[in-house]
């Protein structure tokens, strides 16, 4: 059953819901599987794609003064310790502000090769490595923003090897809905 209610700041509150999500099965699930020696049942990857599927899909809720605040997306991840786990290219090669990087995260995560325009088609997201078995080390989103003749195309990696950067990724979303003080 559902209970959920909506509160004055649902962004703040469903990051931080997610944040929960994540850290109880870190330390409930993944170890009482690892305990059980069930490692193949491990579904934090699967977890953590959901959940970032969650948090890029509440565009309302985004702080639209921080993301037009940054004019460059790149200076922007470096500067704020994200850059590590999370990193991007374009083409046609330009820089691009941090709401039109955000902007083509969410289209390659939402619109997954459906749009008509042949540009468009390579949208989606997909990871690293391919060999079965090994553990999920990079997410790829493939996504794009701008219109027809105007598009930009960009490749984003999401280097989720480690806690750490999981966590920076999930701090990475904090900012964008300016939910951190």
Known sequence: MITEKLSENYAKEFISRTETILSQYNEIVA????????ESEFYDVS?????????????????????????????????????????????????INLEEFVRSIRNGMGHWKEDEIEKLKNQGFDYEPKTEGALIEKIIIH??????????????????????NRNKILGFLKFIYKTEK
Do not use: Q, W
């Open 143 to 164: 996504g794009s923003f701008g219109y027809k003749s105007k598009t930009i195309l960009t490749t984003t990696v999401l280097n989720i090897a480690s806690e750490a």
């Open 47 to 95: 977890l953590f794609i959901n959940c970032l599927y969650g948090l890029l899909m509440m565009p309302s809720k985004l702080n639209k003064s921080v993301l037009e605040k940054y004019e460059n997306a790149t200076d922007f991840l470096s500067e704020h310790g994200f850059s590590d786990a999370i990193f991007f290219t374009t083409e046609p090669k330009r820089e």
């Open 31 to 38: 170890t009482k599987l690892e305990a059980e020696h069930r």
